[in-house]
């Protein structure tokens, strides 16, 4: 079945490090790949997406792309700011039984000290 | 804002006891998912509702149901609750239900003593 493979965390960096959280994911066909976001307290956020090979998102500084010949998508910022510390989720969607869900990751959880 | 609400914040209860949580997607969504996040399991698909019908249904324990009603808000009812419900439960719509972007809740944290 489908699955997402995220980097563990958590990961610690200081105010303008550069930020890469690795994912991988196993699908049969084309999924599609999104990024979640989770602030402490609060619920999940679409952070970026991207729907086809060498597709790259991009929002708020963070890019990822869509890479099916290493089926990755990798979450990269260049320099992280405080307010950036939340829970990393990686996600595919794929069409399976007639219908699409959402695969997780386990999540990464990234802190940025000052 | 995602423009999803999700009614109660906080839900404790006792073991065997039932509850209901409550979804309304963004205006203009007809598909209604619900997810559950666990410490030990993570983020797990439940069920999907596409205007008012089941769609598909993921590991969702027969304890649990849940509907969509005519006006598209969702209900999660979970019966006999046992400690290891204790979890955040989020709700998610989308516009088509066909893979399109999903947009969350802020969740319901149900403890269960």
Not at chain 1, 19 to 47: D, K, M, R
Not at chain 1, 86 to 110: M, Q
Not at chain 2, 12 to 32: F, K, M, N, W, Y
Not at chain 2, 70 to 86: C, R
Request: net charge negative.
């Amino acid at each position: 079945g489908d699955s997402v493979t995220q980097m563990e965390g958590p990961v610690t960096l200081s105010e303008e490090a550069f930020l890469t959280i690795n994912c991988t994911y196993t699908a049969t066909g084309y999924p599609s790949l999104f990024w979640y976001v989770q602030y402490p307290g609060e619920g999940l956020q679409l952070l970026l997406k991207a729907t086809k090979a060498d597709d790259k998102g991009s929002n708020k500084g963070f890019e990822a792309t869509y890479r099916k010949e290493t089926t990755s998508f990798h979450l990269e910022k260049g320099s992280v700011q405080v307010s950036d510390s939340a829970v990393y989720f990686c996600a595919l969607s794929a069409l399976r039984s007639n219908d699409y869900k959402l695969s997780f990751g386990a999540g990464t959880t990234v802190t940025v000290r000052a | 804002d995602s423009g999803v609400t999700q009614t109660p914040k906080h839900l404790i209860t006792a073991t065997g006891q039932r509850v209901t949580l409550r979804c309304s997607p963004r205006s203009g969504d007809l598909s209604v998912y619900w997810y559950q996040q666990s410490l030990d399991q993570g983020l797990q698909f439940l069920i999907h509702y596409y205007n008012g019908e089941e769609r598909a249904k993921g590991n969702i324990l027969e304890r649990f149901s849940a509907q969509q009603f005519p006006d598209l808000h969702s209900e999660l009812n979970l019966s006999s609750l046992e400690l290891g419900d204790s979890a955040l439960y989020f709700c998610a719509s989308s516009v088509t239900g066909s893979g399109d972007t999903q947009y969350f809740g802020p969740g319901t944290r149900l403890t269960v003593l």
